[in-house]
């Protein structure tokens, strides 16, 4: 008896449907990361960061007490923990999004 395929019997084209789904599901979930938004505060929200699930920053907003140009490192640190704070939103989120883990839960 002869066994073609892959994977135990898997057939060609049933293989290439498979693949075709993972690519449909991939490009989906990418599109939903790049018009979804996270958004990361420090301070209480005296420095907010809106960036979007693939990390592209598209706002951040200073609140006029974060301002002190007495005290820059302060306002620099806050940035620092406000976009840290959106990107590991924005990393959660494409874990929760993409199938299988990314393309990573392939191998």
Same mark, same amino acid.
């Given at each position: 008896?002869?066994?073609?395929?892959?994977?135990?019997?898997?057939?060609?084209? +049933?293989?290439?449907?498979?693949?075709?789904? !993972?690519? &449909?599901?991939? @490009?989906?979930?990418?599109?939903?990361?790049?018009? $979804?938004?996270?958004?990361?505060?420090?301070?209480?929200?005296?420095?907010?960061?809106?960036?979007?699930?693939?990390?592209?920053?598209?706002?951040?907003?200073l609140d006029k007490? +974060?301002?002190?140009?007495?005290?820059?490192? !302060?306002? &620099?640190?806050? @940035?620092?923990?406000?976009?840290?704070?959106?990107? $590991?939103?924005?990393?959660?989120?494409?874990?929760d999004k993409m199938?299988?883990?990314?393309?990573?839960?392939?191998?």
């Open positions: 008896m002869a066994y073609g395929g892959f994977g135990g019997g898997m057939n060609m084209n +049933a293989l290439m449907q498979q693949a075709r789904k !993972m690519q &449909e599901q991939m @490009l989906k979930a990418q599109e939903e990361l790049e018009n $979804a938004e996270v958004i990361g505060k420090a301070g209480g929200e005296m420095v907010t960061v809106v960036m979007n699930g693939k990390k592209e920053i598209k706002s951040i907003k007490t +974060a301002v002190d140009p007495d005290d820059v490192e !302060m306002l &620099e640190d806050l @940035l620092i923990v406000a976009i840290n704070d959106a990107s $590991a939103k924005a990393d959660e989120m494409s874990k199938p299988m883990g990314g393309m990573g839960g392939m191998f």
